[in-house]
């Protein structure tokens, strides 16, 4: 058997990112960003002068990519040339397109590989938005975290990010392959009045006692 693998869900400014991340400090478990992987295939396509909306051309890059996917201490990482992508993966170009990229059935499967081979040797806390639905749909613990619409755009607003929250939801649930859903047997966690502290301490509570 595998290690532990959390799974936390949810749509975009939902927090689940910061919550994920908290919770595999507090638990010692590593953090995987699943979006940041999606992003950097986004980027790396736009770089490639790849048309996004071109599924074939997007598919032939996958085999030559030079991405690396790895781990800085107890964070995965994503890596070009030795040289680890940050702001690149939050561009306005790469915002706009990631939802595009992520519905192609190649890229999440090409995906779906190295975000398990993460769990074959460690316990992990990962996030995106079909990780106890597809990722992981066998582990007990499963959490999809979510917030009004309203308060999402105001976080993204404050992230310095516009692009439509409502646009982002739609593109997400309506793919064809791996939507943005909630597993039937995951925890519904609402952090829209919520703070951080209490969303993580919601979790952890949850996680210790299925442990034990």
Do not use: H
Request: glycine fraction near 6%; aromatic fraction near 6%; charged fraction near 25%.
């Amino acid at each position: 058997m595998n290690p532990p693998a959390i799974a936390i869900d949810g749509p975009a400014a939902s927090g689940k990112s910061t919550v994920a991340k908290l919770i595999a400090k507090e638990l010692g478990y590593t953090f995987i960003n699943t979006g940041a992987m999606y992003r950097a295939i986004t980027w790396y396509a736009l770089r490639r002068g790849a048309n996004p909306a071109d599924a074939a051309q997007i598919c032939a890059l996958l085999p030559e990519i030079p991405l690396e996917f790895g781990k800085d201490g107890t964070c995965s990482t994503v890596l070009f040339e030795g040289r680890v992508l940050s702001a690149e993966l939050t561009s306005p170009e790469t915002n706009q397109y990631v939802s595009t990229i992520a519905a192609i059935p190649e890229v999440r499967a090409y995906l779906l590989r190295k975000q398990r081979e993460y769990n074959k040797v460690e316990p992990v806390v990962m996030e995106g938005r079909d990780i106890g639905s597809v990722v992981f749909p066998d582990t007990p613990f499963k959490y999809f975290v979510t917030a009004s619409p309203e308060e999402r755009a105001r976080r993204r607003a404050k992230q310095g990010l516009t692009d439509s929250i409502t646009e982002r939801d739609k593109k997400d649930a309506s793919r064809a392959c791996a939507p943005l859903t909630q597993a039937p047997d995951a925890l519904l966690v609402d952090t829209s009045e919520m703070s951080i502290e209490q969303v993580v301490e919601r979790i952890i509570t949850d996680i210790r006692t299925k442990l034990a």
